[in-house]
């Protein structure tokens, strides 16, 4: 199957503190420090990690919304080969029609002052696609297939719910019929069973519209649910992404498998042990030397992961692993995984 969107060697580095005199360099926060992958046109890939890893930062460059400092960021849309770090402002916009995000807050990404309509229909407007009784027509039909009362688009956010309100973001992510989505923990301010709605509403519309995701969350069984693959993420670098089965069940990163090991199991004789890292996590403005993860790995190799940073390659097939020991490791996985 090809691709849709592929990044490689994609870094965000922000300078921090006053700039240095006598030509020093200026110190450097690298929330993305040179990642590449793929995802694959219909499939979703997950994004998981530790809260200051990176994703949302990764998520918002991947459409350039945050302007990276490096790398490429190319795109296949309708037969179109695009390289989006080559586009200026004008070019861009025209290219966003087919990229879109659905952000982590219902509350805070909706214009109080307009109405339901007015914000599922406003960029169809600003992009001149439609207006009069086309654009009415337009926020209609995708707000009936987001779940929406149709009868209700009058009202303004604050009169709905928070999954309601997640569904109107849907919708306004939806309306100009883009084919890549990246969604930013697009469930994690709402209850537990509202989250099953808007993520068999997000699965559902992948199949209705053609949709590709870049599914970024922390909760580990949602993430399971919704992706297809799983990146994980480790201060500004993926260290780890295979299938989302393989990836759970049996993981090549110490740093997976302590994620895993943190999945609460519905039955407590089989939960895993904890996997308990030890300290913080490291300063992205002043990584460590080697592998980024040595301080807190409880395998690492004093002489090895502390001078020398592990390559990003595959293991096996759609498999890629950034550890020294990675085919040797015997980690574990959720047990409970299905």
């Not at 707000?143 to 309100?165: E, I």
């Not at 300290?279 to 190799?301: I, K, L, M, S, V």
Request: glycine share 6%; aromatic share 8%; proline share 6%.
């Amino acid at each position: 199957m090809k691709s849709l969107i592929e990044v490689d060697n994609l870094k965000v580095h922000f300078p921090i503190g006053r700039p240095r005199l006598f030509g020093k360099k200026q110190q450097l926060l690298k929330a993305v420090d040179g990642i590449s992958f793929k995802i694959k046109v219909g499939e979703t890939l997950g994004l998981v990690g530790e809260s200051g890893s990176g994703k949302t930062t990764l998520g918002r460059a991947v459409l350039r919304l945050i302007e990276p400092t490096a790398g490429e960021i190319s795109v296949q849309f309708n037969g179109e080969a695009v390289n989006l770090t080559d586009l200026n402002q004008k070019e861009l916009r025209h290219h966003w029609r087919n990229m879109q995000m659905i952000f982590q807050d219902p509350y805070s990404s909706l214009n109080p002052r307009m109405t339901v309509k007015e914000i599922i229909g406003e960029s169809l407007l600003a992009n001149k696609l439609a207006s009069g009784k086309e654009l009415e027509e337009k926020v209609v039909y995708i707000a009936d297939l987001c779940n929406l009362n149709v009868q209700q688009l009058g009202r303004y956010p604050h009169a709905f719910s928070g999954g309601q309100r997640q569904r109107i973001a849907i919708a306004r992510a939806l309306v100009m019929r883009p084919q890549f989505i990246v969604a930013d923990e697009p469930v994690s301010s709402l209850d537990v069973s509202i989250q099953a709605q808007i993520l068999n509403l997000l699965k559902d519309l992948q199949k209705e519209l053609g949709l590709t995701y870049l599914f970024i969350g922390h909760d580990l069984n949602t993430v399971a649910y919704a992706c297809d693959r799983v990146a994980v993420m480790y201060l500004g670098q993926i260290v780890e992404l295979a299938s989302t089965e393989r990836l759970y069940n049996t993981p090549k990163h110490p740093y997976t498998e302590a994620l895993m090991s943190a999945i609460p199991s519905l039955d407590p004789e089989e939960s895993m042990q904890n996997v308990l890292l030890e300290g913080e996590q490291p300063n992205p403005a002043d990584p460590p030397t080697g592998c980024y993860f040595h301080p807190r790995c409880r395998y690492a190799d004093k002489d090895k992961c502390l001078s020398q940073k592990p390559p990003f390659c595959e293991m096996s097939d759609d498999w890629f692993v950034a550890c020294h020991f990675a085919d040797k490791l015997k980690l574990k996985g959720a047990l409970d995984y299905s």
